[in-house]
């Protein structure tokens, strides 16, 4: 099946740095989602990507629909505390506009 | 505000028992999905309903089931055939994006089942 590949899987950070993770697939994607999750919450929407070579920004996140197709970028600037938790990659699965397959999710911890 | 409920948010049961986990939308969202999340392996989807009264398996649903009688209601049943039920389940709902057709998905808060 289409499946996302997340990495990192975990990142320690200090306040202030910058982070970098992206997703890859081996399947081609027309839209790529960016969810983060907070301890013990349901995932929140960050950013919706849905044209190849998309940068779109929110904030500190930036995030790209890579020209492939297959891959797509989350970098956060200038990390705070709240940053913390799991941020996940979403496509919709092949065939269907209405399921969504998901990354396993990269861990971020900031360390003040 | 709209959005997802879902309850109770801390579950606990014994062996052998079924629990019946709640999901409200107040979104007017025709779709709605449970997923099941474990540690590090991300969200996998159990069953899913595009509309009333009819839903379809997702990737995991051995030991689940579902039923969609009102559009803001998508109640999920751990049954004991379920035989690693401890997880946190997450309910959602979707609208499209207009542009490209996909669905984006607005989670609840989860609910946390424990089997002792």
């Known amino acids: 099946g289409q499946q996302l590949n997340q990495s990192p899987q975990s990142m320690f950070i200090q306040e202030g740095e910058d982070v970098s993770m992206n997703c890859t697939s081996s399947?081609?994607?027309?839209?790529w989602l960016w969810y983060k999750q907070d301890p013990g919450e349901g995932p929140v929407l960050l950013i919706a990507l849905y044209k190849a070579g998309e940068l779109t920004s929110n904030g500190r996140l930036t995030a790209q629909f890579g020209i492939t197709r297959k891959d797509s970028f989350l970098n956060i600037s200038a990390s705070i505390p709240s940053d913390v938790g799991i941020y996940f990659c979403?496509?919709?699965?092949?065939?269907?506009?209405?399921?969504?397959?998901f990354g396993k999710g990269t861990l971020l911890t900031v360390n003040p | 505000d709209g959005g997802i409920t879902q309850s109770p948010k801390y579950l606990f049961r014994k062996e052998g028992q079924n629990v019946t986990l709640s999901c409200e939308q107040n979104?007017?969202?025709?779709?709605m999905y449970w997923y099941r999340q474990d540690p590090g392996q991300g969200l996998r989807l159990i069953y899913y309903?595009?509309?009333?009264?009819?839903?379809q398996k997702g990737d995991i649903a051995e030991g689940y089931s579902v039923s969609r009688e009102k559009k803001e209601s998508f109640p999920l049943t751990v049954t004991s055939a379920q035989k690693n039920p401890t997880a946190f389940y997450l309910c959602?709902?979707?609208?499209?994006?207009?542009?490209?057709?996909?669905?984006?998905?607005?989670f609840g808060a989860g609910s946390r089942l424990t089997v002792l």
């Open positions: 979403a496509g919709p699965m092949r065939g269907s506009n209405y399921k969504l397959t």
């Open positions: 959602a709902s979707s609208s499209r994006l207009a542009s490209s057709g996909a669905n984006v998905l607005t």
């Open positions: 399947s081609i994607f027309n839209t």
């Open positions: 979104l007017n969202h025709d779709a």
């Open positions: 309903s595009q509309i009333v009264n009819d839903f």
